[in-house]
Each structure stands twice: as C-alpha cells, then as structure tokens.
C-alpha cells in the first residue's frame, strides 16, 4: 500500500504557511496574547546541526498549542548578526561581512523553515541591518543622556541634573557616578566652561567614556568580555588575552544592581539560574576603610564584610593593576614588584581567582597603618586580589580568611587569632561566636557589637563608612573591531557628543581592510571621511572609531520583533501596551550572566524612562538542555595504515581517531567509504572480528572537530520534519542534555506511518466514518488530551510524544477510524507534527488551517469507570470474573453472582455460608 509522502506533505504546508502567512501576529485585544520567544541564533557558515532545533521545536509546540486555545500568538526569529567569527573570516578572505553574513542567513532560514516552526518571518530582525541598529544607536543615546538618581531609584534625565548643579552645585546629589567626584557649588559649575562642564557630566552619565582595565587580546586587535574568555584565551581562535588600561565607553549597570537582584524573585525561573545571576551581582554588606601610608600622601581604600576583625589585620593585598604601586614600591621591591605585576597581567580573572592552590605575591616595601591601633602593616600585591571588584585592596585576615591564612604561612606573616576560643595553628577560623580578645578598643565585644562600634568609629574619625557592595562591574561597551554598530558620537574638543537622533542611523562605512591600521587604532580609522556635522555647524568632527559590543543588539530585541518594519519609534507605543512582555522565553545557560543580565539592565532602564510597560522582560525563563554527538572511532595500529576493530584492540598499541559518523551504521564501519573519506586512508587496511570491523563510540559535546555533527537536512529527507521534531522531544526531558543517537528514530517514523493508516485502508483509500465512538475509544482520547495538555503545560514535551503512540496504538489495536475520534486526535498531535495534521485535517474536510482548530476540552466523565470486573473468590480460590454496573447495590449483585453458572458449577449448588461484596473490589463467597 502506499505510504505517507512526508516529503510532499511538507513541502506543501510550509508554502501553503508561507503564501497564508499563517502565523503572522497583529494586535488584537478581543484575544489574549502569548508571546514565546527564542535566543536568537548566531548565523554561522556551517548551519545548524540537529542539537541547535530543540529550544525552537518547544517552543514551537507552545506556541501551536496556545493558537488552538485561543491565544494570539507571538511567535518571532531573528539573528544577531554582528560579531567576530564574520570578521575573522573577512579578514582571511577580502569578503565584506554582510556577504558571508546573507549567505549564512539564507541558509539558516531554509533550514529552520525545513523544520515547519511557526514563526512570524514579517517580523524578522537582523541586528546588521542599519534599520534595526539605527534603534540600537537610539537606545545609546538615550542612556548617554541620563543618569541614575539614588533617590528616587530610577534613571532620570541628564537636564534634570544640570538644573540641579545650575541651582545648588552636587553637593546633595545622591546619584551613581564615578568614585572621584569632585564637590562643587552652583556658582563653581555656572563658571565652568564648555568643556569642564562636560567632563563632569560624563562622571554622571549612565553611559560614559573613562580609562579602564579591559581584556585585550593583540591577536584579534579587540577588547573582549568575561564570558568571550576561557582560561586566558579567547574563545575565538584561542588567542591570547592580556590586561590593558584603554580609555573605553561603559554603561552602569552597576547602577541597577540591587534592582536587579530584587527581580529575580519575580521571575518564574529556575533556582541555578537565579543564584548564577545572584552570585555574580555578588551583593555584600561591609565596610569601608580608608588607611594612611607611611611616607605617602597617598592612602589606601579597602572595603570589607568583616570589618569586626580589624585588629587581625597583619598586611594588606593589592590588586597588581593599581597604578598606586608605582608610586609606593621602594626601589629595593621595585624590580620583584614589575616582574610579578607582568606575569599576573597575563591571567585571566577566572584563573586568579579559582587557583587557590597557587600563593604567589610579591612586597611593595611600603606600611599602611592601621587607623585603629596605630600599627604598622606591611602592603603586598597578589593576583587573587581584582581591581575592578571593590577598591582592588583588601585588608588581610589570615585568622580569618583561609586565602589570606595560606599566603601568610607561605611568606612567613604573622597570624592572629581573634575571638576567643579560635585555633589558627592550622588552618583559618572564620568564626562569629565568641568576644574579641585582641587588645584594643574592641576587646570583649561580640560580632554586632563590634561592627557597630568600628563603623562608627570610622565615621566618628572621617576615614570610613559601613557599605553595600556589588562584585558586578560597569560593562565595557566598546569593541574595536569593523563589524558592529557604530557608536553614535562624535568629538569636540575632546569631548564626546551624541549625533542628533534625527541623523540616526550612523551606517557602517566601507572600508579596505578589517584590520586595525599601522597606529592601532580600530578598522573604523581606515574609512573615508567618517565625520559628523551638527546642525547649524559647517565643522564636521571625528565619529568614535570603536564599534559596539555584540550584546547591544541582543538587548533589546524582542520589542523590535513587536514592530519591526516602524521608522518612526523603536516600537509603537499601543503595540508594546499590548504584546508588553515574553511569556516564555528558552534558551541555553550559557547566557545567564550576559545577555541575561544586559537585557534586564537595558529594560529596567526603558521602563524608567517610560518607553515600555513593564520592568522585567521574561517572565519565564527555560533553559533547554544540549543534545551531544555520539562520537565514533577507529583504531589505528602505530605506525601503519591498519585499523583494528574495538574488540581486538587491546592486542596491539594503538591510538584512537575519530571517524564520520555518517561511515557508520549501528557502529559497524563502512571500510570501502572510510577509505575513501580521506586521501591518506585510500589504502587502510582492516583487522576485523566476525567479518565486520566495530567502531567504538562516546558521548561528547557535537562538533566538527569530532566529525559527529547530525546535519537535520538529511534526517528530514529520510524520515521527514515531523519525524524530526518528535522525536528531539522524545530524546528525553527539555532541560536535560541527552546524546543524539538515531538508533531510535525509525521508532518515531512508524509511529506517524502509523498514525497515517488511521485514517486509510490498506489500498491507503481514506477510510473515516461518522459512527457514534464507542466508550473504550471516547475514554483512550480524552486519557491523550488530559495528559497532553498537563505535559504541554509542565513543558514535559518528551512524555507527550509517548501519550500520542500509546493512543496511537491502542486506536490502532480498536481498528477505531471514526471521525468523531480521529478529529481531535489530530487536533492534539498538530503541535508535535503539524505537516501531517494539515494534511489529515483537509482530508477531514476542513477548509482552514488546524491553526484555526479549537483544542478538544478534556471530559472527565469519560474516564470514569461504569462497570467494574470483579474478581469471584470461592473458598479462598479466585474462580471467575465478572463485570457489574459501578452503582448496582450489594443485593442485586450478591443475586446475580449466586445464580452465575460459574459460581454455581464451583459450589455445586449448596447455599453460600458467607458472601462478603468489597464495592467495585472482589466478592469473597464461602461454602
């Protein structure tokens, strides 16, 4: 008989989606709306692999789902195109970026609509594109033009500022900002000149230009962030990265942090994913303290949590990246101090600070004195001590501090025990319990009491004051580097001014090459006239060369996808009022401390400046586990062309080597298409165990290096995109990783093919009848609705596709081809495998696509038992079973068994001793 056609099907419905635009969104407020988004991909030149699709094939399900609930669905993709991996390749090759950046697009979007979502493409984004980044360059602006008030606890206009400093100078000014602000009164500022006013506005700006320590990697002639690092390296061509000081724009994110913290427990999100962004905010409640040195004008800045063991201080830490060590170092250190101030540089923070089995450091020479006792305390710099996490110098507490213990054993530094009952002979004791027995004004007192009384003491003598602290730093938003958004500002002076909106976009310009120039500066310096000219000025002057990092675009994204074709606004006011927030947003962890954190940075600023509704961006967050290549190898005999299959290995020394895993079926290798995978194996030669050679195989992350890369265009030729997508939910939970292995995914084929005879006879002529369903039927299909639904809801997408096989099945062994039945059936499975749901839908007769269908409402009552089979017990013995109605009372029932032929063959027609009824149990009967 004939089969189903998934090529055809497919083909049919994704153009039939296409020229409908079928899940194109409007606003509707008669309907309630649903907004699912993606993490947008990168548009890489390999495409996806079939680990890429998962998140989009949920959230595809979802998003189907709530079309048949009556929701108005959101349901967008775009690509953030801008970034390094494009202009490395143009930097080999000659080619423009936006030519290899289209190709890449054009050949995602053939394979993502392959797959059959039901995305939105009219809504389309392309952070490259200078329509979309024109906004991006707006939203710039905006931050540049604002800064945070303390306190009202928002961002507010940069003018509402001037008028303040216009009026009565900065001294009340409760704002972030720089740490040297100076204090100036109205009449100072009204007599600053154009310029120094403007300096001091960008110590208060939320974006603002200022000398800082970044990531430098030379190779790759950029600045890069934490997460584009591992292990001193980028990630990007494993470049070496180094520390710099440059003079980069950043935003104050900083500014956000506790509000950003708060949120957290608004969001339906998983508890790891919480505490990653919580632990990296890194809030702490302390201290700080200013130290005199002996000889210096200079002082040290440390902030504390424990300032309550002051008097334990024996020396204190800097960060090798102070410029205050050169000028403390005597000239007898001066030679250690650069040496190892040069060799710290070099790692990255991640390394600094997780290497605690590493002490190294090296002595200034010079003395802090200790404000509370007057001693002298020597300053040393170590790597684990980060200039840009609180002032870059802590004061060291080895009685209490395991860190500060070992670096203090290992120089030879005195160690202090602080409360009473400590034991520092061996390791740290960072206890709480206990008085203080150090000599001194804090002698005897508890923890709090001496908290207390040291931060007053601090604030008594003006060196100091208790404090709230946040690991989070400003993020550095500037690249140098060609391909990204060019920065919307220009140069006077010196000074940065942003372009006037009505200029924007400033477009990307053309250049001859994507190098750095022979000075260093950015690709940017390479172009023709890239100037800017106010208006009412004939002066052009010189636009930032710097580019853009690649989280501004992804930072505000999904309100471009609301309105992505409006010139007028970054998203039309109503139409935001409507969508307001993402629903459901999935996507993988590893952008839990980047993109996650910017974007809620970049919206709770929006919602400040009351552009949108609503503070926090995603109200759900689902991070889709990672589907893992199942490796194969080979094992080739040293030192010749032989290969020995896995189980006779271990007879010879050999090495293990990847091998395609498109040359194995079942882990058998195909020899002759091994050789000729490769010039170098044409003459391989086999050792093999029952005349077939065995590859072993492993589990690992899927990549080309490994050759276990599962291209989905050719799984979707063989078995079909629905095959493709159920089976992906099958693999196993959404959130967990689980192995690709395609051993399982004839299973999900059948199932399908299966489905698909529902409806046909064996000469696949269809075969749907209009008879009434019988109860069995009724009940198998709303057990499927009921559990589909629940798991839909529960995201357990895996155990839904195990629902629809065993309805599937249990129909099938029913031999059930009733309308009544089959049509909700289909209904049900559309989300899961929506090109075979059209195509049976039609068949049903129905004119509109089953995007229009009303998911079936769940019948409890079907599942409701009305008879029940009891078990016939006579003298202890079970004899027979028979069915009676639920409700039937006790009497009629005992009447009717004693009288079963049954029972009375096995009591050979004597009266019943006892008969016991246990309702809709068993029926004991004693002769």
Not at 364 to 381: C, E, L, M, R, S
Not at 446 to 457: C, G, L, M, S
Not at 905 to 913: H, L
Request: charged letters at 25%.
């Amino acid at each position: 008989m004939a089969e189903y056609n998934h090529s055809e099907i497919e083909k049919k419905w994704q153009q039939y989606w296409s020229d409908n635009q079928t899940f194109k969104a409007e606003v509707d407020p008669s309907k309630p709306k649903f907004y699912a988004l993606d993490m947008f991909p990168y548009p890489s030149g390999a495409g996806l692999h079939v680990g890429h699709p998962l998140g989009y094939i949920a959230s595809d399900i979802i998003s189907r789902y709530k079309r048949t609930k009556g929701f108005n669905v959101l349901h967008p993709m775009g690509f953030d195109a801008f970034g390094l991996p494009a202009e490395q390749y143009a930097i080999q090759t000659g080619q423009h970026p936006a030519i290899t950046t289209e190709e890449n697009i054009a050949r995602y979007k053939e394979q993502l609509k392959n797959i059959g979502f039901s995305f939105d493409w009219s809504k389309e984004v392309r952070t490259c594109d200078a329509s979309y980044y024109k906004w991006t360059q707006w939203i710039f602006i905006q931050l540049f033009n604002s800064w945070y008030n303390n306190d009202s606890n928002h961002a507010e206009s940069i003018d509402s500022l001037i008028q303040i400093f216009a009026k009565e100078g900065n001294s009340k000014v409760n704002a972030v900002s720089d740490d040297a602000v100076n204090t100036f009164s109205a009449s100072d500022w009204n007599g600053y000149s154009e310029k120094e006013k403007q300096e001091i506005l960008l110590q208060y700006r939320l974006t603002y230009l200022s000398t800082t320590t970044v990531n430098w990697c030379p190779e790759l002639g950029t600045v890069l962030a934490q997460d584009e690092i591992k292990d001193g390296f980028s990630e990007r061509g494993g470049f070496p990265v180094v520390k710099k000081q440059m003079k980069q724009w950043s935003m104050r994110i900083t500014a956000y942090a506790e509000r950003l913290l708060q949120g957290l427990d608004t969001l339906d999100w998983s508890e790891p994913l919480k505490e990653m962004q919580r632990n990296w905010i890194g809030k702490s409640q302390g201290a700080e303290m200013t130290l005199d040195i002996e000889g210096h004008e200079e002082k040290i800045t440390v902030f504390t949590t424990r300032i309550d063991t002051v008097l334990g201080v024996t020396f204190l830490v800097l960060a090798p990246e102070l410029e205050l060590i050169k000028k403390i170092t005597t000239d007898e250190q001066r030679a250690e101090v650069e040496a190892y101030v040069e060799v710290a540089r070099n790692k990255s923070e991640r390394d600094r600070m997780t290497n605690v089995k590493t002490v190294s450091g090296a002595f200034t020479g010079a003395y802090a004195i200790n404000p509370f006792d007057g001693q002298k305390v020597p300053v040393w710099i170590a790597d684990y001590v980060l200039a840009g996490y609180g002032t870059g110098a802590v004061m060291a507490v080895p009685g209490g501090d395991q860190r500060d213990y070992d670096f203090a054993k290992h120089f030879d530094l005195p160690i202090l025990p602080i409360y009473e009952g400590m034991d520092v002979s061996k390791e740290a004791n960072p206890t709480k319990e206990g008085k203080i027995i150090n000599k001194g004004m804090l002698e005897g007192l508890t923890f709090k009491e001496a908290t207390a009384t040291a931060i007053k003491f601090l604030e008594d003598k003006g060196i100091g004051t208790g404090k709230i602290n946040y690991r989070i730093r400003d993020a550095i938003f500037a690249r140098q580097r060609y391909w990204g958004e060019p920065v919307p500002v220009y140069f006077k002076d010196s000074i940065p001014y942003p372009v006037d909106v009505a200029d924007l976009p400033i477009v990307l310009p053309e250049i001859d090459k994507y190098l750095p120039t022979a000075d260093g500066d950015p690709p940017l310096a390479r172009a023709e006239n890239f100037t800017y000219t106010p208006k009412g000025e004939t002066t052009s002057y010189p636009l930032e060369m710097s580019t853009m990092p690649g989280w501004a675009g992804s930072s505000w994204y999904w309100y471009r996808y609301m309105d992505a074709q409006n010139d007028e606004a970054f998203v039309a006011d109503d139409v935001q009022k409507y969508w307001k927030d993402v629903d459901l947003y999935i996507g993988g962890t590893e952008h839990a401390t980047g993109h996650l954190l910017y974007s809620r940075f970049w919206n709770k600023f929006l919602f400040d400046m009351g552009y949108v509704e609503q503070e926090e961006p995603f109200k759900k967050l689902v991070n889709q586990g990672m589907i893992q290549g199942r490796s194969n190898f080979v094992y080739r005999i040293k030192g010749s062309n032989q290969f020995v299959s896995f189980n006779k290995k271990e007879e010879y020394d050999y090495s293990p080597m990847h091998v395609e895993v498109s040359l194995v079926n079942n882990d058998v290798l195909d020899t002759e298409a091994f050789k000729a995978w490769r010039p170098d194996l044409k003459d391989a030669e086999f050792i093999l165990e029952d005349d077939k050679y065995v590859c072993g195989y492993e589990v690992e992350k899927m990549s080309k290096s490994k050759y276990n890369v599962v291209n989905p265009d050719d799984i979707i030729e063989k078995y079909g995109a629905d095959t493709l997508r159920m089976y992906e939910m099958f693999l196993g939970p959404l959130e967990q990783f689980k192995p690709w292995n395609t051993h399982g995914i004839d299973g999900v084929s059948k199932f399908l093919r299966k489905t698909w005879r529902l409806f046909h006879n064996a000469q696949d002529e269809w075969a749907v009848s209009e008879e009434k369903a019988t109860p069995e039927e009724l009940k198998i299909l709303h057990k499927a609705i009921k559990k589909i639904e629940d798991d839909i809801n529960n995201l357990s997408l895996n155990t839904s596709v195990s629902t629809l096989m065993i309805a599937v099945n249990e129909l099938t062994a029913l031999k059930c081809s009733k309308k009544e039945i089959l049509e909700d059936l289909v209904i049900i499975l559309s989300p899961f495998a929506p090109h075979i749901s059209e195509e049976l839908w039609l068949k049903l007769g129905h004119k509109n696509g089953i995007s229009t269908a009303t998911f079936p409402a769940f019948d409890e009552s079907l599942l409701t038992e009305s008879t029940h089979e009891y078990p016939i017990s006579i003298n202890g013995k079970v004899r027979a079973k028979i069915s009676f109605p639920t409700d039937m009372d006790k009497g009629e029932i005992e009447k009717q068994v004693l009288v079963h032929e049954v029972v009375l063959k096995w009591t050979e027609g004597k009266a019943p001793k006892k008969t016991i009824i246990v309702p809709n149990r068993i029926i004991n009967i004693v002769v």
